[in-house]
């Protein structure tokens, strides 16, 4: 029967005596701990009993080296000397050289490298001598650039590229690197152009990383066509690398803030990875940015990393009765409880998700209420360390009840909305809480957005709240709910999953019911303009009525529209027949491939 250690001597609990033998020992090896350091696995308590050699935790309770040591985990910002994407940013930091670029149809093209080239390749050589200590196991990890471009030279196509495998050359330099530098380990990614894994066995010291990122994060998640590709990309990999680790993830990119339940899924996952021979594991959480539980989810996955068959019930309850003594129980019964529903509801937890993603997976919006006020009266009796954590933990929390009042059909509360906001405006006292998601997600901004979203709700009613409208054209899977765009309910510029009606369709046509719109009214339609998401404005916004065109907005084109901006865009109908429907037609640009737009409202003055 397994014991979880870290349940007497959890993160937090570890002596202050404990903790600095740890670091010593990291120091006295290593001979220094800052970032892009040498490999830190062998120096870890415990890892001959450990399931995998590698095992890191990229969250903000794993971010320093006393948390490292605390929790036995590793972190890529310390203990890899090249790091994912970035020889740029290390290798080539003083400049890539015209060789260094790749031949991309017959041409120099300078968003991808060569990696037949010998100026990479010294360039590579020069860093690792330049900044790997001596006596050192180095990881060192050599990636093409983040997009789908090989190189077709002449020196890699002889090494068997192709316009869509950069592998061979990659490959071909992991193996002269590995075999030039025996001490380090030299890894690739099986990624967009290097996916499939070589022909010939490569050097002992050499490995991969695999991107766990198609399986589903839902029980089962091991089943299914997906997990027999991934399964399948595992084994071919495992016969050319000795070291095959995979990168998982364990939060929602596109909300740090909201609770993500994600631990009994991330154990199956794990007891899956070590029955397959995998040998090593990177978590990749929020970084260096606060998530909620995040404190108690990085001690258990710590834990996990170690004996995937460790107790999930008791790391939790453990962990959070030695750091919330007035809190942890109720803390404990409330998270636990949501684990069991996402297992109990076999629910999807993505990586990229919005609040109704959440709700359909574990989150009840009354019982999320209870639990808030229930932690809330807790903190009151709390001190010290405790109640600066449940401070951090209900201010974030803040972001999550405003999201639920922003639902569709949800009960819109304006009294509840402003006591948030002035809750959630206490993240300016915490640094690493400045943003709630991967990418262009400050918390300021948010708010401000908020409170125009309040003014625009508070607005009244237009002609057409509450009419229904109907759909004459195809719908996207998941929405064909057309009320979305009648219930003077409005969304953020900066979030298309909630409240945002989407449509990839070349034309989109939704019919308003007879005497909806009068002759010379104004229909406004909101759209969003987010071309990273690739929503974009349409091309035309039409009125039409007994097949003659009764109206036409301006939509401004090109560089024209504003990128994280709501357009209000206006048609002004001409003469109307009142006993007649009119269509509203929504018809995207033939020169954008794939487009899809994006609808909040739709008003009529």
Same mark, same amino acid.
């Given at each position: 029967?397994?014991?979880?250690?870290?349940?007497?001597?959890?993160?937090?609990?570890?002596?202050?005596?404990?903790?600095?033998?740890?670091?010593?020992?990291?120091?006295?090896?290593?001979?220094?701990?800052?970032?892009?350091?040498?490999?830190?696995?062998?120096l870890l308590?415990?890892?001959a009993?450990?399931?995998?050699?590698?095992?890191?935790?990229?969250?903000?309770?794993?971010?320093?080296p006393?948390?490292?040591?605390?929790?036995?985990?590793?972190?890529?910002?310390?203990?890899?000397?090249?790091?994912?994407?970035?020889?740029?940013?290390?290798?080539?930091a003083?400049?890539?050289?015209?060789e260094?670029?790749?031949?991309?149809?017959?041409?120099k093209?300078?968003?991808?490298?060569?990696?037949?080239? $010998?100026?990479?390749?010294?360039?590579?050589?020069?860093?690792?001598?330049?900044n790997?200590?001596?006596?050192?196991?180095?990881?060192?990890?050599?990636?093409?650039?983040? +997009?789908?471009?090989?190189?077709?030279?002449?020196?890699?196509?002889?090494?068997? +590229?192709?316009?869509?495998?950069a592998?061979p050359?990659?490959a071909?330099l992991?193996?002269?690197?590995a075999r030039?530098?025996?001490?380090?380990?030299?890894?690739?990614?099986?990624?967009l152009?290097?996916?499939?894994?070589?022909?010939?066995?490569?050097?002992?010291?050499?490995?991969?990383?695999?991107?766990a990122?198609?399986?589903?994060?839902?029980?089962?998640?091991s089943?299914?066509?997906?997990?027999?590709?991934?399964?399948?990309?595992?084994?071919?990999?495992q016969?050319?690398?000795?070291?095959?680790?995979?990168?998982?993830?364990?939060?929602?990119?596109?909300?740090?803030?909201?609770?993500?339940?994600?631990l009994?899924?991330?154990q199956?996952?794990?007891?899956?990875?070590r029955?397959?021979?995998?040998?090593?594991?990177?978590? +990749?959480?929020?970084?260096?940015?606060y998530?909620s539980?995040?404190?108690?989810?990085?001690?258990?996955?710590?834990?996990l990393?170690?004996?995937? $068959?460790?107790?999930?019930?008791t790391?939790?309850?453990?962990y959070?009765?030695?750091?919330y003594?007035?809190?942890?129980?109720?803390?404990?019964?409330h998270?636990?409880?949501w684990?069991?529903?996402? *297992?109990?509801?076999?629910?999807?937890?993505?990586?990229?998700?919005?609040?109704?993603?959440?709700?359909q997976?574990?989150?009840?919006?009354?019982?999320?209420?209870?639990?808030?006020?229930?932690?809330?009266?807790?903190?009151?009796?709390s001190?010290?360390d405790?109640?600066?954590?449940? +401070?951090?933990?209900?201010?974030?929390?803040q972001?999550?009840?405003?999201?639920?009042?922003?639902?569709?059909?949800?009960?819109?509360d304006?009294?509840?909305?402003?006591?948030?906001?002035?809750?959630l405006?206490?993240?300016?006292?915490?640094?690493?809480?400045?943003?709630?998601? $991967?990418?262009?997600g400050?918390?300021?901004?948010?708010?401000?957005e908020?409170?125009?979203?309040?003014?625009?709700?508070?607005?009244?009613?237009?002609?057409?709240?509450?009419t229904?409208?109907d759909?004459?054209?195809?719908p996207?899977?998941?929405?064909?709910?057309?009320?979305?765009?009648t219930?003077?309910?409005?969304?953020?510029?900066?979030?298309?999953?909630?409240?945002?009606?989407?449509?990839?369709?070349?034309?989109?046509?939704?019919q308003?019911?007879?005497?909806?719109?009068?002759?010379?009214a104004?229909?406004?339609v909101?759209?969003?303009?987010a071309?990273?998401?690739?929503i974009?404005?349409?091309?035309?916004?039409?009125?039409?009525?007994d097949?003659?065109?009764a109206?036409?907005?301006?939509?401004?084109?090109?560089?024209?529209?504003?990128p994280?901006?709501?357009?209000?865009?206006?048609?002004?109908?001409?003469?109307?027949?009142?006993?007649?429907?009119?269509q *509203?037609?929504?018809?995207?640009?033939?020169?954008?491939?794939?487009?899809?737009?994006?609808?909040?409202?739709?008003?009529?003055?």
């Amino acid at each position: 029967m397994y014991s979880c250690r870290y349940t007497s001597k959890p993160t937090g609990g570890r002596t202050g005596l404990h903790v600095l033998l740890l670091l010593l020992l990291l120091c006295t090896a290593c001979g220094r701990t800052e970032a892009g350091t040498a490999d830190r696995a062998r120096l870890l308590p415990g890892d001959a009993d450990a399931a995998f050699e590698y095992r890191g935790l990229y969250t903000p309770s794993n971010a320093i080296p006393q948390q490292m040591a605390a929790n036995e985990a590793h972190n890529v910002d310390h203990d890899w000397l090249i790091w994912g994407h970035n020889l740029r940013k290390t290798a080539l930091a003083d400049g890539v050289p015209e060789e260094a670029f790749a031949t991309v149809d017959g041409r120099k093209d300078r968003s991808q490298l060569c990696f037949s080239s $010998e100026a990479l390749h010294r360039a590579v050589v020069a860093y690792i001598q330049d900044n790997a200590t001596q006596g050192e196991t180095a990881r060192v990890a050599l990636v093409p650039d983040d +997009n789908d471009l090989a190189c077709t030279c002449e020196a890699c196509r002889r090494a068997g +590229n192709t316009p869509q495998n950069a592998t061979p050359a990659v490959a071909r330099l992991l193996g002269q690197l590995a075999r030039e530098f025996p001490q380090h380990l030299f890894f690739t990614t099986a990624y967009l152009t290097t996916r499939h894994a070589p022909k010939d066995t490569l050097p002992p010291n050499t490995g991969v990383l695999i991107s766990a990122m198609e399986l589903p994060m839902k029980a089962g998640g091991s089943k299914g066509k997906k997990a027999q590709r991934f399964a399948a990309l595992v084994a071919d990999w495992q016969r050319a690398v000795p070291r095959v680790y995979v990168w998982d993830y364990v939060r929602n990119f596109d909300d740090y803030l909201t609770p993500f339940p994600c631990l009994r899924l991330v154990q199956q996952r794990l007891l899956w990875y070590r029955d397959m021979g995998v040998r090593g594991i990177f978590l +990749n959480g929020s970084g260096n940015s606060y998530a909620s539980f995040d404190d108690v989810q990085t001690h258990t996955l710590a834990c996990l990393l170690k004996n995937p $068959e460790a107790p999930v019930d008791t790391c939790v309850a453990g962990y959070l009765r030695r750091h919330y003594p007035v809190a942890g129980e109720a803390l404990a019964r409330h998270y636990l409880a949501w684990e069991d529903q996402v *297992l109990r509801r076999k629910a999807l937890l993505p990586w990229y998700g919005g609040i109704g993603d959440a709700v359909q997976a574990w989150l009840d919006p009354d019982g999320f209420e209870a639990f808030h006020a229930e932690a809330d009266a807790l903190k009151k009796k709390s001190e010290g360390d405790e109640r600066r954590r449940l +401070n951090r933990l209900l201010t974030a929390l803040q972001f999550t009840r405003l999201e639920l009042l922003r639902r569709p059909h949800a009960d819109y509360d304006p009294a509840r909305a402003a006591e948030c906001l002035e809750l959630l405006a206490g993240h300016e006292a915490f640094g690493d809480m400045a943003h709630y998601r $991967e990418a262009d997600g400050p918390l300021d901004i948010y708010r401000w957005e908020w409170r125009c979203l309040m003014a625009e709700n508070a607005a009244a009613p237009d002609a057409l709240q509450g009419t229904r409208l109907d759909f004459l054209s195809q719908p996207d899977g998941g929405y064909a709910d057309a009320s979305l765009l009648t219930d003077g309910r409005y969304a953020l510029p900066t979030d298309y999953h909630t409240g945002w009606l989407i449509s990839s369709a070349r034309e989109t046509v939704w019919q308003l019911p007879a005497g909806a719109v009068r002759s010379g009214a104004v229909v406004e339609v909101s759209f969003l303009c987010a071309p990273r998401w690739r929503i974009f404005l349409p091309d035309r916004v039409e009125l039409w009525q007994d097949g003659r065109k009764a109206g036409e907005a301006v939509v401004p084109g090109g560089s024209g529209a504003t990128p994280w901006t709501k357009y209000k865009l206006k048609c002004r109908a001409a003469t109307l027949r009142p006993d007649a429907p009119v269509q *509203l037609r929504v018809t995207q640009s033939d020169e954008v491939r794939k487009p899809t737009v994006a609808v909040d409202e739709i008003d009529v003055f």
